[in-house]
């Protein structure tokens, strides 16, 4: 799986993207996920698998908030609530199962986060610069 920051990504400001081609990657996220304990937190960019584009970092917390926020060039934060957190472990189902591509949105103000699997393969990552 791979993480990477695109300040212009099909004509959204400023998207995270979590791209790969195998199931079982989504598999790993969704338990990560779900076993995530209120006030935890977790650093997608350190979970087995995940390859981070220029030093990307994502650290998703589980708390009462819901937002994406930039903590500085490379990192963000994103802060699930219960109702959020339950959507992104909803969302993420089809994408374990996918025989084909396929992906997922998460939009806030600034940030958009989007999760797709066989969309995004290698010759894509290394075209801008990953």
């Known amino acids: 799986m791979r993480l990477g920051h695109f300040t212009d990504f099909q004509s959204r400001p400023s998207v995270l993207l979590l791209s790969s081609g195998e199931p079982d990657d989504f598999r790993r996220l969704h338990d990560a996920l779900r076993s995530l304990e ?7 960019d350190r979970l087995a698998r995940v390859r981070a584009r220029n030093g990307i970092t994502l650290d998703v917390r589980r708390g009462n908030s819901d937002s994406l926020s930039r903590a500085s060039d490379t990192a963000f934060v994103w802060a699930v609530d219960p109702e959020t957190l339950a959507e992104v472990l909803d969302k993420i189902q089809p994408l374990m199962l996918a025989l084909q591509g396929g992906h997922q949105y998460f939009d806030y ?5 989007v999760m797709s699997i066989a969309e995004y393969g290698d010759a894509w990552w290394q075209r801008t610069g990953g």
Do not use: F, N, P, R
Not at 38 to 44: G, K, N, T
Not at 109 to 113: A, K, M, S, Y
């Open 109 to 113: 103000d600034e940030h958009t986060v």
């Open 38 to 44: 209120v006030d935890a937190s977790i650093s997608l």
